[in-house]
Structure formats: C-alpha cells, structure tokens
C-alpha cells in the first residue's frame, strides 16, 4: 500500500511540475526594485522595510514610520529603462497608516525588427514599453512587535501599442520584532 501511494504521489508530482511557472511572465516591471538602500542590501530589505519605501517590498513596514513621510526615487536601468517610484504615507492613528504610491517603468524606443528569409530587417518602426502600478496602503501595529500591511493596486502594461494589460493586484505582509539582539 505504501509502494501504491509512493508511486501516484511521484506520478502526480511530475505532471504537477509542467505547470511551474506558467502565467508568470506579466508585469515583471514590478520585480524591480524602487529603492537605492534596499538594491544595495541585495534585496533582503523585507525583513528591515523602515522607510516610506517599504510599500514597494513589505507594505507591513510602513507600520515603523512616524509622522507624514514622502519617498521619491528615480533608478535609469538596464537597456535605456527609467524606474521612477512616488509614495506618500501618514499616520491615521498612534497605530495605523495609510498611504499611497506609484511606481513603473518604461524604456526609450527600441528599433522594430522582423525576420525573415534574409534574416533581420528593420522595419523603420519604434516601439518603447511602459509598466505602471498605482495604489493605496494600509499597516497597523496589532502589538508592540506585530504588524500586518496591505497594498491594493492597479497594474497596467503596454507594448509599443501592439497590446496592453490592466490588472488589480494585492500585496499583504507582516513584520514581527522578537526583541532578542534585533532579530525580526
């Protein structure tokens, strides 16, 4: 009985695995990060997020801050692409914040090519992409050492006028400070 199970669990595994990844390829803009303090910590900033840039990786973050703060960010990346970021967060009680932001991305134009029988040619055409994300967040302290956050956001693409994409989508995150030599 335990070979039987053993084996349809192995089986069901392996087929499971085709699916990995798929529909992942969407609005990859927003996996780059907004902020020069955590691109420098190597992106292990979820854990820290305590600044106004911690609605861009760990909305619980925001939960930190005191008084109304601004961040303002403006990153030119890879391939001629701008990354600016805006986000805007101010306390509604001693416990809670909210706030709001705007990030994205988009490039210059790129030179439109085709292929065909001879190989490459440039068609004359210029596409450039723009990524957008726009929306409200919300932290509160539930205790003196655990917080929660969530952001509720609209997400918009567009390539080069060829297509374009609009979704809602929503982070949600917690931060807890155990009190033990910092560690969170």
Excluded: C
């Excluded at 798929?22 to 420098?40: D, E, P, Q």
């Excluded at 961040?71 to 909210?98: F, M």
């Amino acid at each position: 009985m335990k070979r039987i199970f053993l084996g349809l669990l192995l089986i069901f595994s392996l087929g499971y695995s085709q699916f990995a990844k798929v529909g992942t390829a969407g609005a990859k803009f927003l996996s780059i990060g907004a902020s020069s303090r955590a691109m420098g910590m190597g992106e292990a900033y979820v854990a820290v997020a305590n600044d106004v840039s911690s609605v861009f990786w760990n909305p619980a973050g925001v939960a930190n801050l005191s008084g109304q703060q601004v961040y303002l960010g403006y990153t030119n990346w890879l391939v001629d692409t701008r990354v600016p970021a805006l986000a805007y967060i101010r306390p509604l009680d001693a416990y809670s914040r909210i706030g709001i932001f705007l990030g994205g991305a988009y490039s210059g134009g790129f030179k439109e090519t085709t292929l065909d029988l001879n190989g490459v040619t440039v068609t004359g055409k210029e596409f450039a992409y723009t990524g957008l994300e726009a929306g409200i967040t919300y932290a509160r302290y539930f205790t003196d050492k655990f917080a929660a956050g969530v952001n509720v956001k609209t997400v918009y693409e567009d390539f080069g006028g060829y297509t374009n994409a609009i979704g809602v989508a929503m982070d949600a995150g917690t931060y807890f400070h155990t009190g033990w030599k910092s560690l969170r």
